[in-house]
């Protein structure tokens, strides 16, 4: 029984590490030949960001976070990680804009006596 389990979580993450190789893949060759299937172009940085949000959140999968954890695949710790990775990447502004919701800082201004 546990082997029949431990192979399907493996092909599981076989699967999900094929299908985020595939999206990297495919936005990269959508930046490189201008394709321009995804309707509008990407920045330069808004590109590196999504590269970053597939490949970076393929790490924790492949590479433990501790050095006990489980063979078999990756473990609670690392699905959290993989999580947490790409909803920073998604939430986090592109560089060179600021975020609607939070104000900009109040101007200082110096007085002279």
């Known amino acids: 029984m546990t082997d029949s389990v431990t192979t399907v979580r493996e092909q599981a993450w076989r699967a999900f590490a094929l299908v985020v190789t595939l999206l990297g893949l495919f936005l990269v060759l959508n930046q490189v030949f201008l394709w321009d299937l995804l309707g509008g172009g990407m920045l330069?940085?808004?590109?590196?960001?999504?590269?970053?949000?597939c490949f970076g959140s393929l790490v924790f999968v492949f590479f433990r976070a501790r050095k006990v954890a489980p063979k078999d695949g990756p473990d609670a710790v690392d699905e959290l990680e993989a999580r947490e990775h790409r909803c920073r990447r998604r939430d986090s502004p592109s560089p060179g804009t600021t975020p609607s919701s939070s104000p900009s800082p109040p101007r200082r201004t110096s007085t002279s006596p």
């Not at 330069?44 to 949000?53: I, K, S």
């Open 44 to 53: 330069r940085n808004e590109f590196l960001y999504y590269l970053l949000a």
